[in-house]
């Protein structure tokens, strides 16, 4: 008998596999007179029934039992086995309508990762745990980084969600964002990852799709009152520790879980395989060893070059979450974030060249800090147009910093920005007769951008650095006298099953905006823009329907339109990178996506066997990118397209409406069940874009990517075999911009006044994870990613990717 105790008089339902206790299984006469649910132990007493019942053990997931309870039963108990039930279950999906809707419902192609998945892979950051979705593309600068690709969206362009609260600011930029590192996966119960515009469900910046991020919950009134739980893991290929303790208390009427993890990232050791033939590309042979308190005017030699230098930085997660059970059916949650960065070095421009030396003796995000608040009430009326609703208020304040400086050179320049962002989110659900059900609600949100700049020299004694002169102002990333964005929407969607075999979704949104930005004539790049005040509206829908003819084909139809307002870094930012300066453009538009998807899924005899084929195409007007940009008021320099900053003369861009752009993709996703325990899936994603023969290529346009993964899953083991490939990209197709990093490519030749780089080469990779589970309370996982030790660049990637890189982790509960 499971767990070496007697089991006298009790029933105790277990896992056939595992011989776990199963919680809360039903056991109940047959006649339906009695019921009782196990425990945590998976026990009902036998005294609670009376001798010679027919018994029916029943739990969700698994085939059904019966028995009759003999005396002998009766006085010494007897141990229940139940097999798990193969159907493939009704999945629920929550983010498309901001409702629970089921697969069959929804037409959306949508990603899903739950708690069990998450635990299994062990992600470091938030960004990786996204990675983990098929058909999503992530891309780095630096050691701390991670920006998602889907579909050719990045960035200001795809929305993140936190437990139902957009995190997009008003500063989230175009090129590649690394917000998502805030989130920390330890955190997380389950991800969604919407590919395809959502802007009825949520507004502004849902061109490409919706990555949300569902945060563990507390239980109320648990048999176990209190429930720690201890993570460590380890990564060898960047020394890399990451741990993390939750605590979680039940009570009667409210719960709470508590969660902190502190994370140690060090240097990253790209791989050895260099299979694509180029010997240097990547190597780190000089670095540079300034920190806030050493200076030295030279780079320093690395004598182990695949170690890429200054790739390391720490961070600090902290997680709070009550939940208060109040009369009437409702409840309250309180969700507090906490995260918070040390430096992170950019560690592409800490490589960058000028004259063929390292341009940057220090180039580093300060702290990255994120605080949110949310408090949430749901409840249930039960009214006719108002079954039941929740209210989300949320308060966000978020801080970034920039800090440079040159090799030989005294001046430390400084930009630092602070959001703080207050949002309101109501929604309401309501059902009709005949399969009529209805979602509604508004939305609205308010940024204060607060952005500040200076410069100041270092003052040293030999290679310390001893102090600071006072510093001077420079110009500002955004608008120096502050700026504010404001936006307020309603929607309305509907869900009709028709029959069982169709299901039609129709929804609609309304969104207004507001943008204002004011400038200091003293921080000014553009004497002619002193104030912007902008003012936006857009209507925007969806029609999609799901048709099912049989049990083993589905059909996804949608047309959807999304859009994006331009936001504070479209319209008034200032950076320089490598030459070109983007300043400021006060006659933007917003930008609509306009889409179409088909999808057919195929499902064989053993319904878990599917294959998934998606074809999609948007047309998206008065595309945001960047282009050449004049500043009339400049007069540093003849060239109308160059002005001095910095005491460098640089060419000067802004964001611009570009006209039409069109892209255009397909995917194919598979399950197959090969023997019972052994599954093997596949993804495959590819896209496109036409070319404008004015503009170039459309910017984030991922090559090829894939995935083919063996999975063993019986426990306690479960094992996993994966292969991640990418195709290559050619030179010509890179972006005009410099958004995809055509300069982070291999060399081919360069004859001192021009380069000709080889473009991302494709690549493949093998991996395997592996877990053993000894009890409900403890796990050991062990992973080998990059078994081959090969060398690649994710694409558009400023960074190598870690090379054989041993991963252990281990889980403790008690």
Known sequence: MAWGTSLGQYIQVVDENTGFPLQEAAVYTKNLEKSRLTDSEGKVPTTFFLVNDDLIVQLNGYEEKAFKLTPNIFENGIQITLAEREERLEEIILSVARRVSTRKQIAEKVGLLESASIAFSSPSNGADLVGLIPGVRIQKSQGGGGSPILRGFEANRLLLVVDGVRMNNAIYRSGHLQNAITVDPHNIDRLEVVFGSSSVGYGSDALGGVIHYYTRTPRINSDKKIVTRVNSDFESASLTSINNISTELSFKNWASLTSISASHYGDIRMGKNRTHGYTEWGLNPFYSDNTNTYYNPEPMINDKPWIQKNTGYEQLDLFQKFVVQLPQQQQLLLNFQYSNSSNISRYDKLVELKNNRLRYAEWYYG?????????????????????????????????????????????????????????????????????????????????????????????????????????????????????????????????????PKITLNAGTRFTLTQLEARWKETANINALISEVNFNAKALTGTVAMTYRPNEKFQWNVILSDGFRNPNIDDVGKIRESKGQLVVPNPNLFPEYAYNFELGLTKYFKNSENYIALRSFSTLVSRHIGRNEYQIFADITTEDLFTILYNGEEVNTYANDNLGNRYLFGGSVDSNFVLARHLNFIGSLTMINAAKEPLYGPLPSISPTLGALMLQYDNAPWKVQLDLQFSGSKNPKDYSLGGEDGLEETPILSSDGNSILYAGSPAWNILSLQSQYVFSDQIRLSFAIDNLLDKHYRTFASGISSPGRNFKIGLQVGF
Not at 400 to 416: C, G, M, P, V, Y
Not at 423 to 434: R, V
Not at 452 to 471: C, E, H, R, V
């Open 367 to 499: 702290p990255q800090k994120r605080i949110f608040f949310s408090p949430q009430w749901k409840f249930y009326p039960e009214k006719k147009y108002m079954k039941k609703g929740s209210l989300i208020f949320a308060f966000q304040d978020v801080y970034e910093s920039r800090i440079d400086r040159a090799f030989k050179e005294l001046t430390r320049n400084h930009q630092r920005e602070n959001v703080k962002v207050y949002s309101l989110n109501a929604d309401f659900e309501f059902e009709m007769p005949e399969n009529h059900s209805f979602i509604y609600g508004t939305e609205a949100t308010y940024n204060r951008i607060r952005s500040y700049a200076f410069k100041s020299d270092l003052i040293t004694s030999g290679n310390n650095i001893i102090g600071l002169t006072p510093s001077l102002s420079i110009p500002t990333r955004y608008p120096s006298r502050g700026s504010s964005y404001a936006s307020s929407a309603v929607y309305f969607n509907w869900v009709w099953d028709i029959n």
